[in-house]
């Protein structure tokens, strides 16, 4: 089994040409994708037509999937490190030894630390039910998702008000008349149909309001920018909601039948007026009254988008919440164009797909996290993943002695990578399952190449929403290299362990004649059209039906979960330092061509990759001596320097630096990105355990830098 294709996962070369349904894969948003097969080869790829919000678009990445599929320089063979960690020896594996190495070193570690230290993050979202059922199988709870990084603040703070995490509250964006967007790019940072969806709005004349303290390219759509001060925006929306109250321009039957906590609500925001926001935001206190105005007169079409992690700081969740107060304030719950809430397949009539978890045994142990427990605010469903890394630093509550990251590159997304690679270091086993050469898989012990998307399937996907469906990725032709999907391997694993049977399935399609039982959909079905919908029509639930998923039924301002913490449930803002000299926060973001750092040496993203620059305001630029185009030092936290060139612009807040994330890759293998711009994240000094508590994110965008002309004195 050490070479060509394992006898279970099917080879598919046939000549001819063909058409395959399935997802993309070049980011996690996952879009629907029709793929065009000649004689083997991928010949074209564009969106699924079938889903008529896609239509046949894809985006820049989307579309350099076939560039990356016919590239050499991603993983080819199971490795296995020879010299010291991150030195980047290995000696190539069969897949039987690869995997016998993987199972005698997770039984070094059960024997230390019992199952429960055993770890698995992975990339969240379709697909978990695989990598969740695999550590329920091995015994373990510490299932992570790289969220903590990501979106985790708004996940929580929509569960402790609504009930049910972020991406159950979907945005009707077509029919909306005021969107209000807290740094949520959207039309680069982007996902493809809500990025037509939006450019669709705009041209039928919704109005946007767009909150940064830089002016990305969705600020240049918008009808309203503001600028504010970086992490400022708890205290503007303090200040909307002051003034919506005081205009009583809120929705009266919504509040009185759907919100509970209204009087702290309105004790929180007594003196937050305008005015007062304004000495905190940097946003005129007559905008703000202007901008209410213009909402109560949309309203409930407006939308308060709690943004991903408005912005990765100490009260982001606080500033998620009091997004989606206002959406519950202006009533635009559960209406055409506002806020509607994702539902099941079993909400509409329908069954859904059953779960590989049930197949294995419920584990007890708790999780090495807090989550759920310890932390109550933090749903346990995906935990916290730098309190996995505190772990294995101090083998506190317990020790973690293997882990496994799977679709996700810690060493690029978490925050200060040296931390990170100090507690990666403490493990026995570190696997990495990837298609690339990730920054985390150069310092693994064990790398597994996975199939790429084009050359695998995956289980099927339940999309909760206002139309739920059921997903499919297929595969549309045969693994170039020596690589297997993910359901083959985490099967082989536990094979080997003698964990039970939860993943013995000999081919995908047994896994989905598992999944689909019950439902009345067939395999068939699913690969004609790649998609199968379950509701006609967008289910929208009427006001004399709605019920919200929290203890009380209702949103709930003050709720247990908050109490249960000891958290406030409304806290006053906090103002953060002002930074002067040469410091600065360090903001970053995305453009349109690249996926985190996962694009960089893709043969065509690469050519057309932005130069990476640090955006600078021009007052700040002056006292230091710094002039557009220049190379300038940039330091985090006094321990990593790196150089950069400067765009001087009156576009950044002059508090805060801006640059890209997704440069600064070290693997000598990866060519084309290797040493290319600078890495945001080992610039983020000291971040990786500093954490907004009661959301858990990391506060990433608190980190202050310093910057100098090269070679002036510090
Ligand atoms: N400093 C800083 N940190 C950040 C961010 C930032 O802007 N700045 N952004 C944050 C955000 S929003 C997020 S979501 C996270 C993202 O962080 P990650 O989830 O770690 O990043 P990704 O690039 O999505 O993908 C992770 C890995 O999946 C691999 N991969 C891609 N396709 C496949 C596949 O088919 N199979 C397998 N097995 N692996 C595959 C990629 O090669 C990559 O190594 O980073 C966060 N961290
Ligand atoms: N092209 C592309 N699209 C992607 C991705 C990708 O990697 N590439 N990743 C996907 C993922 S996983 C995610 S999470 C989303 C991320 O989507 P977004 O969160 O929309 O995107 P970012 O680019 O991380 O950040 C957007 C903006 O936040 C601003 N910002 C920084 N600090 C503050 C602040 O204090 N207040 C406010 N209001 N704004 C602030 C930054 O200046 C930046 O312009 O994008 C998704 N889409
Ligand atoms: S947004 Fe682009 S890269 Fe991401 S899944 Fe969709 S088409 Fe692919
Ligand atoms: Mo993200």
Redesign the pocket.
């Known amino acids: 089994m050490s070479s060509g294709m394992a006898p279970n996962v099917r080879g598919v070369a046939s000549p001819g040409s063909r058409t395959v349904y399935s997802m993309c894969?070049?980011?996690?948003t996952r879009c629907p994708i029709e793929v065009k097969v000649e004689d083997g080869r991928v010949a074209w790829l564009q969106g699924n037509p079938h889903d008529k919000a896609m239509g046949a678009s894809l985006c820049a990445r989307g579309a350099a999937g076939i560039p990356l599929e016919y590239d050499d320089e991603r993983l080819q063979t199971p490795l296995i490190r020879t010299g010291a960690r991150g030195a980047g020896r290995w000696r190539r594996a069969s897949w039987d030894e690869a995997l016998d190495y993987i199972a005698e070193k997770l039984r070094e570690t059960i024997e230390a630390y019992g199952p429960r230290g055993i770890a698995l993050s992975?990339?969240?979202g379709s697909f978990t039910d695989l990598t969740k059922t695999f550590l329920q199988a091995l015994g373990s709870p510490n299932y992570f998702d790289?969220?903590a990084?990501?979106?985790r603040n708004a996940h929580n703070a929509s569960r402790s008000l609504y009930g049910v995490g972020r991406t159950a509250i979907t945005f009707d964006l077509k029919n909306t008349k005021h969107l209000v967007l807290y740094g949520r790019n959207i039309i680069e940072?982007l996902k493809v149909k809500e990025a037509k969806d939006f450019m669709a709005a705009l041209s039928n004349g919704m109005h946007c309001t767009y909150i940064d303290p830089r002016a990305s390219i969705t600020a240049c759509k918008a009808t309203r920018f503001w600028q504010l001060r970086p992490n400022s925006d708890y205290a503007l929306n303090l200040g909307i909601i002051h003034e919506v109250l005081k205009q009583e321009v809120y929705d009266k039957d919504f509040v009185e039948r759907f919100i509970s906590g209204m009087d702290a609500l309105r004790a929180t925001v007594k003196d937050t007026t305008p005015e007062w926001q304004e000495q905190h935001t940097g946003i005129p206190a007559a905008e703000i009254r202007a901008f209410v105005k213009e909402i109560a007169a949309d309203a409930p079409r407006v939308i308060f988008h709690p943004g991903?992690?408005v912005a990765r700081h100490k009260q982001s969740f606080h500033v998620s919440r009091t997004a989606l107060i206002l959406n519950a304030l202006m009533g635009s719950i559960e209406v055409k164009g506002g806020c509607v809430i994702a539902k099941s397949p079993e909400e509409v009539g329908h069954k859904g797909l059953k779960k590989l978890t049930d197949r294995a045994p419920k584990v007890k142990e708790p999780r090495v996290d807090g989550a759920g427990t310890v932390h109550p605010t933090w749903d346990p469903a995906s935990g916290i993943l730098h309190q996995l890394y505190a772990a294995m630093e101090t083998a506190q509550p317990y020790g973690i002695g293997a882990y496994f990251?799977?679709?996700?590159?810690?060493l690029?997304?978490?925050?200060d990578s040296e931390a990170t690679r100090q507690a990666l270091d403490k493990l026995k086993l570190l696997v990495?399952?990837?298609?690339?050469y990730?920054?985390?898989?150069w310092f693994a012990d064990v790398i597994l190449p996975?199939?790429?998307?084009l050359e695998?399937a995956n289980i099927l996907c339940q999309n909760n929403g206002p139309r739920p469906n059921f997903g499919m990725r297929d595969q549309a032709i045969a693994p170039r290299f020596d690589s297997r999907p993910?359901w083959w391997i985490f099967r082989e694993i536990l094979q080997r362990m003698d964990a039970g049977d939860a993943l013995d399935f000999e081919t995908i399609e047994e896994i989905w004649d598992y999944q689909l039982e019950g439902t009345g959909v067939t395999v068939a079905q699913m690969r004609e059209k790649g998609i199968v919908s379950l509701a006609d029509v967008a289910s929208i639930t009427p006001r004399d039906k709605l019920k919200f998923k929290t203890p009380s039924g209702k949103i709930e301002i003050e709720g247990e979960l908050l109490k249960k913490a000891g958290l406030p449930s409304l806290p006053p803002y906090e103002p953060k330092e002002v930074p002067t000299d040469n410091r600065f926060y360090l903001l970053?973001?995305?453009p349109a061509t690249l996926?985190?750092?996962?694009?960089l040496n893709n043969p065509v993203l690469n050519e057309i990759a932005p130069e990476q620059t640090l955006w600078m305001h021009p007052e700040r630029a002056k006292p230091l001596g710094i002039a557009d185009g220049e190379e300038v030092e940039i330091n985090g936290g006094g321990r990593h320097s790196a150089y950069i060139k400067v765009h001087v612009t009156p576009w950044i807040h002059p508090e805060a630096v801006f640059m890209l994330?997704?440069y600064g890759a070290t693997v000598p293998l990866a060519t084309r990105a290797c040493g290319l711009g600078v890495?945001?994240?080992r610039?983020?000094h000291g971040k990786l355990y500093e954490f907004d508590p009661a959301g858990g994110g990391?506060a990433?965008t608190e980190t202050i830098v310093t910057v100098r002309r090269k070679g002036a004195k510090q």
């Not at 990251?405 to 810690?410: E, F």
């Not at 990495?432 to 690339?436: E, G, H, L, N, T």
């Open positions: 894969g070049m980011c996690a992975d990339r969240g790289h969220d990084s990501c979106g940072s991903w992690m990251v799977y679709r996700h590159d810690p690029t997304s978490m925050p990495a399952i990837d298609v690339r990730s920054e985390t898989s996975e199939t790429s998307y695998r993910a970053f973001g995305r996926s985190h750092g996962q694009s994330h997704g890495a945001d994240q610039l983020q990391n990433m």
